[in-house]
């Protein structure tokens, strides 16, 4: 039964990504949740109070995707310093946005609200935390309160730049996208070196 009913909530959240690309989220609705997820409206409330509540755990899902694409390179490609794992991270968010559904609208949340995923924090600073999470976990740095300082800057300028990438081009602009990882590198080579 628990198995059943996490494949519904799992075909409820694909059905809003897939409705968040083509309508946005002002005009989705939990009907067309429903009707595209095949489910009865019945089975959206059962989960989820509404609309936001459906995309805010979409939201999540997203969260959850992006770290563990981190991880896997982390364990995979074992890299010796941190400014590689940022090209990583810019490289995971990008393809996220050309390839996973619903991403390039919602991205971290911030087009429904800046406090999507936490209602103390800002979507940005809920990324940030869970990458330090991750950088600290496997580097080691003097001052951890100038990286945390600079990781939310890049978090928030790299988001900007991407957004930007993406409303020029909608499989992101390349100039814009190279630029942005060497803004970023730079930026955080300054600070955190």
Not at 6 to 15: C, G, H, I, Q, S
Not at 69 to 83: D, F, G, M, V
Not at 85 to 108: C, K, N, W
Not at 111 to 128: G, Y
Request: net charge negative.
């Amino acid at each position: 039964m628990q198995r059943r009913s996490a494949e519904r909530v799992n075909r409820m959240l694909d059905a809003c990504a897939v409705l968040l690309d083509e309508i946005g989220y002002q005009k989705l609705t939990t009907t067309l949740i429903a009707q595209r997820a095949e489910v009865a409206i019945g089975s959206v409330y059962q989960f989820f109070g509404d609309k936001r509540a459906v995309v805010r755990a979409l939201d999540v899902r997203y969260l959850d995707e992006y770290m563990s694409r981190l991880e896997n390179y982390i364990t995979a490609e074992k890299p010796q310093h941190w400014s590689q794992f940022v090209d990583a991270a810019i490289d995971e968010y990008i393809d996220m946005h050309r390839t996973v559904p619903g991403f390039r609208t919602l991205h971290f949340g911030d087009t429904v609200d800046i406090h999507l995923m936490d209602e103390e924090r800002s979507n940005d600073d809920v990324l940030t935390e869970r990458l330090l999470e991750l950088i600290f976990g496997h580097f080691s740095f003097p001052d951890q309160q100038v990286v945390r300082l600079t990781l939310t800057v890049a978090v928030a300028t790299g988001d900007a730049l991407i957004k930007l990438a993406f409303r020029h081009d909608p499989e992101g602009d390349d100039t814009i996208l190279n630029e942005a990882k060497v803004l970023l590198r730079d930026y955080l080579s300054r600070h955190i070196a």
